[in-house]
């Protein structure tokens, strides 16, 4: 079956600094992978998705992944944070559904 | 442009009581689905639906009724609520099961079982 893992429970940035969340997956066939964001106290939006072809992937609010098949990684980055980027991210592989990672919580201080 | 409603957003239940939680889509979406989210667990499968009159269960179903009788609706019937039901639970919605079908999620529902 098929797993996510995100090694980080919870990360602290500072404004305009670099963000990288990491996520490590586990799957037999070329996954597809998602990373979601959540704000606090709403819904789940999709911030990119990845099913093949370039491995660097663009997303919306300025976020990029990076698929490695060699690391069975998908890593999400951002080069600088906004204090609004703070919320819960998760990282997912779909199958015949969508199997979520924990989730990395990311606090951005001032 | 309503996507994926659920309601109610927020229910305290007494233990032993059953309720139901609604969502609705306006999407003609044939794949519904129900999840739970609870802290250090991200989200996890409970039920889902392929197209009307067809239901199987996720990863915890247990404590958990569903049923598919239009395309639009999917409640997720809770029979005799436990203090381990509380969580934040929300629906989704695609068009179909393949990973290419963007899937839509209602803003939540928090659920209180004391």
């Known amino acids: 079956a098929q797993s996510v893992t995100q090694p980080d429970i919870h990360i602290t940035v500072s404004e305009g600094a670099s963000l990288e969340l990491r996520c490590n997956y586990s799957?037999?066939?070329?996954?597809?992978l998602f990373w979601y964001v959540q704000s606090p106290g709403q819904g789940l939006q999709l911030l990119l998705k990845?099913?093949?072809?370039?491995?660097l992937v663009q997303g919306i609010k300025g976020f990029e992944a990076e698929f490695k098949r060699s690391q069975s990684s998908f890593n999400l980055r951002k080069p600088s944070v906004h204090w609004s980027d703070a919320a819960e991210y998760f990282c997912?592989?779909?199958?015949?559904?969508?199997?979520f990672g924990a989730g990395t919580t990311v606090t951005v201080r001032a | 442009n309503a996507g994926v409603t659920q309601t109610p957003k927020f229910q305290v239940l007494k233990t032993g009581q059953s309720m139901t939680l609604q969502c609705a889509q306006d999407?003609?979406?044939?794949?519904m689905s129900w999840y739970r989210q609870d802290p250090g667990m991200g989200l996890r499968l409970i039920h889902y639906?392929?197209?009307?009159?067809?239901?199987d269960q996720g990863e915890v179903p247990n404590g958990y009724n569903v049923s598919r009788s239009t395309t639009e609706d999917f409640p997720l019937r809770l029979l005799s609520a436990a203090p381990s039901q509380t969580s934040v639970y929300f629906c989704?919605?695609?068009?179909?099961?393949?990973?290419?079908?963007?899937?839509?999620f209602g803003e939540g529902s928090w659920l209180t079982v004391v």
């Open positions: 989704a919605s695609s068009a179909g099961t393949g990973a290419g079908n963007t899937i839509y």
């Open positions: 799957y037999g066939a070329t996954p597809y």
């Open positions: 990845y099913f093949s072809g370039d491995t």
């Open positions: 997912a592989v779909h199958d015949y559904k969508l199997s």
């Open positions: 999407m003609n979406h044939e794949y």
């Open positions: 639906s392929v197209g009307a009159g067809i239901t």
